[in-house]
């Protein structure tokens, strides 16, 4: 089993919609937790990064974190089709892991 | 201002040739990765440095691979004797030592064995 899952889509969904995207751990020692979004043939840039267990808000994105579960979300509100890109979970407890990604489209 | 640059973005080479991939940080970031993106998986972490301190090599998947980083700044990564399944995007990104989970990434080299 891998310490970081995400499920790789593809995910499609039309403009205004709302993502939920996903991650699930099994290292209880992850204590920091980053989403990350790379456009196709770019590398990965922060979007979101929470410390503690609930919800973070920025703009249309709102990251959760369950670490009684060992669950994190991403929700993007009014999905853009500029927000289409592979988006990469990560936490951080003695060593950092990064989720495999999940590819979204927004289509117009 | 600029941002971590690499090059080249695209490599592509015969199995058994050596290779070499370059690393320029945001200046000023003492600390700098190498990391390895291949189709579905997630980012495997390669080698670190952190100033003049000895890196971290412990992602390193065989001996083949090597880096260096020379004054502080530029670094190269280097495969010995490529194999196919060395095909995969390598990431190089900076950061400050004080923010090292805020990682600033470059666009990757593309490096495809034939």
């Known amino acids: 089993q891998k310490e970081v899952e995400q499920d790789p889509g593809p995910l499609s969904v039309p403009e205004g919609a709302i993502v939920s995207l996903n991650c699930t751990y099994s290292?209880?020692?992850?204590?920091?937790f980053m989403w990350y979004r790379q456009y196709s043939r770019k590398g990965p840039e922060l979007l979101m990064y929470?410390?503690?267990?609930g919800n973070k808000e920025d703009g249309r994105f709102t990251a959760q974190v369950d670490k009684s579960s060992k669950y994190i979300s991403l929700f993007i509100r009014d999905s853009q089709p500029s927000d289409s890109a592979t988006y990469l979970c990560?936490?951080?407890?003695?060593?950092?892991?990064f989720g495999a990604g999940t590819r979204l489209t927004v289509k117009p | 201002g600029a941002g971590v640059s690499q090059s080249p973005s695209n490599k592509v080479t015969e199995k058994g040739k050596d290779v070499e991939l370059r690393c320029d940080p945001i200046?000023?970031?003492?600390?700098l990765y190498w990391y390895r993106q291949s189709l579905g998986q997630g980012l495997e972490f390669l080698i670190y440095?952190?100033?003049?301190?000895?890196?971290?090599k412990s992602g390193l998947p065989s001996d083949r691979f090597s880096a260096e980083r020379t004054g502080g700044s530029v670094s190269t990564l280097t495969i010995q004797r490529t194999q196919q399944e060395d095909s995969a995007v390598y990431l190089c990104?900076?950061?400050?030592?004080?923010?090292?989970?805020?990682?600033?990434f470059g666009p990757g080299t593309r490096l495809t064995v034939l």
């Open positions: 929470t410390y503690s267990s």
């Open positions: 290292n209880s020692a992850f204590q920091y």
């Open positions: 990560a936490m951080k407890g003695n060593d950092m892991r």
């Open positions: 990104a900076s950061s400050l030592v004080v923010f090292r989970d805020i990682k600033y």
């Open positions: 200046s000023g970031h003492t600390a």
């Open positions: 440095f952190q100033g003049n301190s000895a890196p971290d």
